[in-house]
């Protein structure tokens, strides 16, 4: 979808149109590299092993504060033990509950911005090419500030259009 303002910017494929006839396009993929447990923020999580008796042990390392959640893509549970800070203070909140729940659903996401010229070839056909990129990876949640940390990764000409078109509108 072509909008308007720049920070409306939020699905895979949204493009936003400069003066000079280039185009930024939003994208957004899976990050494959990106674990839960790489970010000492979300706690620690491990997959449920099943055993042949009994109950699920609470693997190496989970106290007592550990729970057993859903990962409702695939259905397979995993235990979560919550963030703790550095005097013990534990993090488990209906909202952090949701963010683990959604990370080990959905994963991280690489997001990226690319930035689209048109170009004409030797038979005077033109086509659309990819003439920069600038990505951030491991992210948790998309929010528009990022675009601004990719915009500046882009360099000072785009930059500049962006905030100049914004203030004309």
Known sequence: MNVKDFHDLSDDGDTFDLPDGRTL???IEVDQ???INDYDCYGKVAWVESRRFGYAARPDGFDGS????WAPQNGDQFWWMPYRDE???IYDTPEARAIVEDLMAFGFKDVGLELIE???DSYDNEHDVVADTAWI???DKFYPELLDDLL????DDVSEMVTSEGAES
Not at 66 to 69: E, Q, R, T
Not at 152 to 155: I, N, P, S, V, Y
Request: charged fraction near 20%.
């Open 137 to 139: 990876g491991g992210v």
């Open 152 to 155: 500046a990764e882009l360099g």
């Open 118 to 120: 048109t170009v004409t």
């Open 25 to 27: 396009k939003l994208r």
């Open 66 to 69: 550990a729970v057993k959640l």
């Open 33 to 35: 590299d990106a674990s």
């Open 87 to 89: 005097v013990g203070g």
